[in-house]
């Protein structure tokens, strides 16, 4: 039996496809855990639904924390009463680590899989993995590097990105007819990040929409919110700009648009690989976003940015996250068609860097081998 633990919307993604490589090799295994949707699907039983869980900034988490506790707890309670052979976390730092922790008492083995940023900001958790886990699988291509450095057995295994099927060598400026372009909105994949950035976005298409006519907003609905989340927001800002609501993969958005607008985070890196140009916003609470300064250790939060390691797109955070400096930021790219054009084969460039596809195979190679030293 394994244990898993997924507690945002892309890890569910990533980890329903590590099961399904994982049931390739042993079709006899059995998983439960934490997760969303994709998870669920995939056959784990789920304890706690992620939705319950996922907060964005450090002031932000308290007001979820007593479902965090809750969660926390359960995951431990079962730990102990199941004794599963393998645990297996994606991402969620905080309160993954704690469950480790349990997990080591009991003799556990621990399978670290998008590992925590801790290369960016809180370096000093690094020896609590050095503790807690038996083997870390990361990701992106720098990270290798610092967990060998530490002496903590670590995998590349390249970004699960790379699994999906993008057409890495579209052309971007398609148009719909009428000869209409299109720019995305993707403002994140949590009500709380969805609420701080899609009333911006919306006025930034205003904004853009009375510079260009020709233009259409596909705003992108991710697989764990509520469309009626994003409609009341869309409505209640916007007057005049033609915004249309896509759910499902947010692939469609990039196969269509000159240009997005995104929330920091997997979007960015999603929009890189399909040679989709971006311009990267943020917003958390004043005070966590202080605190975040404080401990930063990195000069960009884009991933794009992080993994180039230069600026190739633009970042507008906090106060520069304004509608005003959003459109104009996209109405300066969108008329540089020569720039947008280079910046798309930059962004192409991103993939050869990530390891290739085969990253959900590499980490079920891992995890299996786990189990049967185990």
Not at 130 to 145: C, G, T
Not at 327 to 343: I, N, Q, W
Not at 358 to 367: L, P, Q, T
């Amino acid at each position: 039996s394994v244990m898993i633990i997924a507690g945002e919307a892309s890890g569910d993604l990533h980890g329903s496809r590590l099961v399904a490589a994982m049931r390739n090799r042993n079709t006899a295994l059995f998983f439960f855990g934490i997760g969303g949707q994709a998870l669920k699907a995939s056959g784990v039983k789920i304890l706690v639904d992620a939705s319950e869980l996922s907060v964005v900034g450090i002031t932000e988490a308290f007001s979820k924390l007593p479902n965090l506790l809750k969660g926390m707890a359960v995951a431990k309670k079962t730990l102990k009463r199941l004794l599963p052979n393998l645990l297996i976390l994606i991402d969620f730092p905080d309160f993954n680590l704690n469950v480790a922790a349990c997990a080591k008492k009991l003799g556990i083995p621990v399978l670290y899989y998008i590992s925590p940023q801790i290369w960016a900001w809180r370096p000093g958790r690094v020896k609590k993995i050095v503790k807690l886990v038996d083997h870390v699988a990361v990701i992106l291509p720098f990270e290798e590097d610092f967990y060998k450095k530490h002496q903590i057995p670590v995998t590349f295994v390249g970004h699960p990105l790379l699994d999906t099927n993008y057409d890495y060598e579209k052309k971007v400026f398609q148009k719909l007819e009428n000869n209409i372009s299109v720019i995305g909105l993707c403002p994140g994949s949590r009500d709380r990040e969805i609420a701080r950035h899609l009333p911006i976005m919306v006025g930034a298409a205003q904004i853009l929409h009375k510079r260009m006519k020709t233009v259409k907003f596909m705003v992108s609905l991710a697989p764990d919110v509520k469309r009626k989340t994003v409609e009341h927001i869309v409505n209640k800002h916007n007057q005049s700009a033609n915004l249309e609501i896509i759910s499902g993969h947010v692939r469609k958005i990039f196969e269509l648009s000159s240009i997005v607008i995104a929330a920091s985070g997997t979007v960015t890196l999603e929009s890189a690989i399909s040679g989709t140009p971006m311009v990267i916003i943020y917003k958390v609470s004043p005070i966590s976003y202080w605190l975040g300064r404080a401990m930063i250790q990195v000069n960009h939060i884009g991933l794009v940015n992080l993994i180039t390691g230069k600026k190739i797109v633009p970042e507008l955070l906090q106060d520069q996250a304004s509608p005003m400096r959003i459109a104009d930021t996209v109405f300066t790219m969108l008329s540089d068609t020569f720039g947008l054009e280079k910046l798309r084969l930059e962004l192409l460039k991103v993939k050869d860097a990530l390891g290739g596809p085969g990253a959900s195979e590499r980490v079920a190679d891992i995890a299996i081998g786990i189990l049967y030293d185990a």
